[in-house]
């Protein structure tokens, strides 16, 4: 046995009221960012957020890693190319060989001269050598 009551015999239907936001709401890609910065700020719970916002948290989770995907490469580190060093000059024994030398013999000792030899430099070694074997 079948036990109906119908309206019209004066028995009581449930209805439901539904509050708070519809289904298949359309969120501007604005409203997505503030949420989701608001959800990043220190302190924020995901869950508080979204309640107050009237959004699903797993939405807003959703909504976060969409946004990290879409955002560009973090730039936090930069490689370091070196440039190419300079050269460097050639060692005066590496000129010596190229130039024509003077080669003196003073007091058992070999003094080679090479072009572009300080004068300054070259007085005071003769005059160290003279002193030595005097």
């Known amino acids: 046995m079948v036990d109906v009551n119908d309206d019209a015999n004066g028995g009581y239907r449930r209805v439901e009221v539904l509050t708070g936001p519809g289904r298949r709401r359309k969120w501007s890609d604005a409203d997505k960012a503030s949420i989701v910065a608001e959800t990043l700020e220190p302190g924020a719970v995901v869950a508080e957020v979204a309640r107050r916002r009237q959004v699903c948290p797993q939405q807003v989770f959703a909504w976060r890693r969409e946004m990290r995907a879409d955002a ?24 010596a060989r190229s130039s024509p030398a003077i080669e003196l013999q003073l007091a058992g000792a070999m003094l080679r001269i090479v072009p572009g030899t300080d004068t ?15």
């Open 72 to 95: 560009p490469a973090r730039t936090d580190f930069v490689p370091i190319v070196p440039a190419l060093a300079p050269p460097k000059p050639e060692p005066a024994a590496t000129v």
């Open 120 to 134: 300054q430099m070259l007085t005071m070694v003769l005059r160290a050598i003279r002193a030595s074997a005097a």
